[in-house]
């Protein structure tokens, strides 16, 4: 963490809050040891996610997209929240009005106790019915029979937003309401490539927001915000935790 570019005055931002936003990408739980999935080290029996992570994929083969996703499963189930998440959940606890959204569908979040979570891309962990659209949650590792079937004979599918697909319209309203009245906005391990997320810290910054970027490198974002800090979130967090609250 860069300790020139931490002023007084920034202290008292981030201390004085009153509505704050953390805006969280695949960066935080790189560190929880979770791949991306995509790209080179992303490829499962020669496939790619954008081959399997399509409403086409799983209509013309519904048993190959879960194993897939009960490959990923299976691995996600392994990790384990670190610091950074930990802080988040702290900071739920300080801030008078606080809102998570996340781009990550690991669950890692709610797993560190965080609970006011807004899940852009929905969660690995929650099943849907693609006939009766009832959705649950579902921790079993592995998922059983493949592809699991709903009790109204449906097939079930991972609770996840696909290429192609619209995000939930009601997660994307609240986010909204949220970046319009925060006055302070975290964005941690985003690329800020990836629409609509990338858009999300501009907005925040236009309605007033104090903006915050912590980021292993820069990205596209950071010369628009106030404060960029560049390292590990599960390195800078806890140490900007203990520089606000002098814990």
Same mark, same amino acid.
């Given at each position: 963490?860069?300790?020139?570019?931490?002023?007084?005055?920034?202290?008292?931002?981030?201390?004085? +809050?009153?509505?704050?936003?953390?805006?969280?990408?695949?960066?935080?739980?790189? @560190?929880?040891?979770? $791949?991306?999935?995509?790209?080179?080290?992303?490829?499962?029996?020669?496939?790619?996610?954008?081959?399997?992570?399509? $409403?086409?994929?799983?209509?013309?083969?519904?048993?190959?997209?879960?194993?897939?996703?009960?490959?990923?499963?299976?691995?996600?189930?392994?990790?384990?929240?670190?610091?950074?998440?930990?802080?988040?959940?702290?900071? @739920?606890?300080?801030?008078?009005?606080?809102?998570?959204?996340?781009?990550?569908?690991?669950?890692?979040?709610?797993?560190?106790?965080?609970?006011?979570?807004?899940?852009?891309?929905?969660?690995?962990?929650?099943?849907?019915?693609? %006939?009766?659209?009832?959705?649950?949650?579902?921790?079993?590792? $592995?998922?059983?029979?493949?592809?699991?079937?709903?009790?109204?004979?449906?097939?079930?599918?991972?609770?996840?937003?696909?290429?192609?697909?619209?995000? $939930?319209?009601?997660?994307?309203?609240?986010?909204? %309401?949220?970046? @319009?009245?925060?006055?302070?906005?975290?964005?941690?391990?985003?690329?800020?490539?990836?629409?609509? +997320?990338?858009?999300?810290?501009?907005?925040?910054?236009?309605?007033? +927001?104090?903006?915050?970027?912590?980021?292993?490198? %820069?990205?596209?974002?950071?010369?628009?915000?106030?404060?960029?800090?560049?390292?590990?979130?599960?390195?800078?967090?806890?140490?900007?935790?203990?520089?606000?609250? %002098?814990?």
């Amino acid at each position: 963490m860069n300790e020139s570019s931490i002023t007084g005055d920034s202290i008292s931002k981030l201390r004085d +809050a009153k509505s704050v936003v953390i805006l969280t990408g695949a960066g935080i739980s790189a @560190e929880s040891g979770i $791949p991306t999935f995509r790209g080179e080290d992303g490829l499962w029996k020669k496939y790619r996610a954008e081959e399997l992570a399509t $409403p086409w994929a799983f209509e013309r083969d519904p048993a190959l997209v879960w194993e897939w996703y009960d490959w990923r499963r299976g691995i996600i189930h392994t990790k384990k929240p670190n610091p950074a998440h930990y802080v988040v959940t702290n900071m @739920e606890n300080r801030y008078p009005k606080f809102t998570l959204v996340t781009q990550n569908v690991d669950g890692l979040h709610k797993a560190s106790g965080t609970k006011n979570i807004l899940e852009v891309h929905g969660c690995i962990w929650n099943i849907r019915c693609i %006939k009766c659209n009832t959705e649950t949650e579902n921790y079993d590792v $592995p998922i059983g029979k493949i592809p699991p079937v709903c009790e109204c004979g449906g097939l079930l599918r991972p609770g996840v937003v696909w290429f192609g697909e619209s995000l $939930p319209s009601e997660v994307l309203t609240k986010t909204m %309401k949220a970046l @319009e009245v925060c006055d302070l906005l975290f964005v941690i391990g985003t690329s800020a490539y990836v629409q609509p +997320a990338a858009s999300f810290p501009i907005m925040a910054k236009q309605n007033g +927001a104090f903006v915050v970027e912590i980021n292993k490198e %820069k990205t596209p974002l950071s010369e628009y915000v106030d404060l960029q800090l560049t390292g590990p979130a599960g390195v800078i967090l806890p140490e900007l935790e203990r520089k606000i609250w %002098k814990a």
